[in-house]
């Protein structure tokens, strides 16, 4: 009796796209509005993805098989000699939730940490290499206060010294009340 070898497409497509099948064939019905072509859709929908050379790099396999029936779908129609015009249903989205950051999040993010680098490189010397030393580099205070020749008290006053100066810079500034009203009047009197 030989073992059964399982490939890793064959893993992938029970762990992460047959599961949803029920979803597939609901939303190839209501594109096609037939029920046997529905089950063919899906049936070529999958016989497709066993071709694919990036199986690896889908990130939404759910989202992916439902765009694959879209498509499949349209290409049916357009085939077909009699087209009946009724439009055509949105991509379904799957209660699978896509963990990738869109491009609004991304450039953010990069932007967020420009200003975290600028705020620490503006920070006093003595004041950046406790902080860098401390947080980033993961050293004892004891270590680096040996190092620097300076005691654990003075140390912790840089690193509380340069948590407070990257706080103010990197607090986004709102001007008082009272700034606003005394721009205010002098805006009026001009």
């Given at each position: 009796m030989t073992a059964l070898h399982v490939r890793p497409i064959d893993r992938w497509f029970v762990d992460e796209v047959l599961p949803h099948e029920s979803a597939y064939i609901a939303y190839a019905r209501r594109t096609v509005r037939d029920e046997d072509e529905a089950g063919d859709i899906v049936q070529?929908?999958?016989?497709?993805?066993?071709?694919l050379d990036g199986w690896t790099a889908i990130a939404n396999p759910p989202g992916y098989v439902m765009r694959m029936i879209y498509s499949h779908s349209i290409d049916r129609i357009r085939q077909a000699r009699v087209v009946t015009m009724q439009p055509m249903p949105a991509p379904a989205i799957t209660d699978v939730a896509d963990d990738m950051p869109d491009s609004f999040r991304i450039v953010a993010a990069r932007t967020q940490m420009a200003r975290v680098h600028q705020a620490i490189a503006a920070l006093p010397d003595r004041?950046?290499?406790a902080l860098v030393r401390r947080r980033f580099g993961e050293e004892s205070p004891r270590a680096i206060a040996d190092d620097l020749g300076i005691s654990i008290s003075t140390f912790e006053k840089r690193l509380a010294r340069a948590v407070q100066l990257l706080t103010h810079a990197l607090t986004p500034y709102e001007p008082a009340m009272d700034d606003v009203s005394e721009?205010?009047?002098e805006k009026?009197?001009?």
């Open positions: 070529e929908v999958y016989a497709k993805l066993f071709t004041c950046r290499i721009q205010s009047q009026m009197l001009l």
